[in-house]
């Protein structure tokens, strides 16, 4: 349970299923969304199990993570590895066996970006923010496309939305993107606000995840309020692209209102407990948006 991070994999899995329930095509059905969440939590608890081998020494050295299994010694970097590559194999083919073959090879790409490419970074540059917030934003994707079946960027738009099966073709393509977008522009108030808050600790395990070499930083706050709102008109797209109603613009508008307000706070008070604030504001944001979505789906007939 620890080394697969239990907590996180379950908040990302948590937006998996949302958004595999989210597609116009999806109905409720108890067997293939518990499919669907051990699936999740395998792929995602296996980059976990990575990650604590990869940085199994600086985990050492901070306080938070001193007494992770690798890290504190009481599983070795080989049983986890083993681990780890055992229920990612699971993971990915229950994925394919179950939902599509894009649905496997996004899960794929997102384990092996998040284990391989992110995890390195972390003590390289900044950029791993943006690194981590792909595979970060992933599951989201991964969870539409679970349902929907292939997505693209460059579907066509629809000139008349009330062409119903013209705007469902045009919904399963595209609007997949937008609910990524949601989760990936959240990742970076979410990541800064911890950094923020664990500066000793990253700072003494070679950690470079602030925008600012100096550390928290003005520059830093200013960083956290602009994402956020960007964050507003892509958590407003949903409504738009006709997957969601009024109800949930609103709801998801007075959420990025209120995380904005709270980066806004940062900036103005500088200190931990403002970046604490906008971490667990981050930590509501997510299951009070998607959630939203979901209950106000619009379903296609």
């Keep these: 349970m620890v080394l697969m991070k239990f907590t996180l994999s379950f908040t990302v899995v948590f937006t998996c299923v949302i958004c595999y329930l989210m597609a116009p095509n999806i109905l409720f059905n108890l067997k293939m969304v518990l499919i669907l969440f051990v699936a999740g939590m395998f792929v995602t608890g ?7 081998v990869v940085e199994k ?3 050492a050295k901070m306080k938070r993570t001193a007494d992770r299994p690798v890290a504190s010694g009481r599983v070795s970097p080989m049983a986890a590895s083993v681990f780890a590559g055992v229920i990612g194999i699971i993971g990915i083919f229950l994925m394919y066996q179950y939902f599509n073959l894009n649905s496997a090879l996004l899960s794929a790409f997102s384990l092996f970006f998040y284990a391989f490419v ?12 943006l690194a ?7 599951p989201c994707l991964i969870g539409w496309v679970a349902g929907a079946g292939f997505v693209s960027p460059f579907a066509h738009i629809p000139v008349d939305p009330a062409l119903n099966l013209e705007h469902r073709e045009f919904v399963s393509n595209v609007a997949g993107w937008a609910l990524f977008g949601i989760q990936f522009l959240w990742q970076f108030p ?5 950094a923020w808050v ?6 003494k395990a070679g950690f470079k995840l602030l925008p600012a070499d ?35 613009l609103i709801i998801v508008s007075i959420a990025n209102l209120f995380l904005i307000m709270q980066c806004v706070r940062l900036y103005i008070q500088m200190d931990v407990k403002a970046a604490r604030r906008v971490m667990f504001s981050c930590y509501i944001y997510l299951p009070v948006v998607y959630l939203a979505l979901l209950v106000d789906k619009v379903h296609f007939i």
């Excluded at 981590?132 to 992933?138: I, Q, R």
């Excluded at 979410?190 to 911890?194: K, L, M, P």
């Design 132 to 138: 981590g917030a792909l595979p970060g934003g992933l």
């Design 46 to 52: 296996s980059a976990s199990a990575i990650n604590q």
């Design 57 to 59: 020494d600086t985990d």
């Design 214 to 248: 100096k550390g928290p930083t003005k520059f830093t706050a200013i960083q956290t309020i602009m994402y956020s709102v960007v964050m507003l008109p892509i958590g407003i797209l949903p409504y738009f692209m006709g997957i969601s109603g009024w109800i949930s």
């Design 118 to 129: 992110y995890t390195p970074l972390k003590k390289v540059s900044s950029i791993a923010v």
């Design 198 to 203: 664990a500066h000793s600790d990253y700072t």
């Design 190 to 194: 979410h990541f800064w606000a911890i």
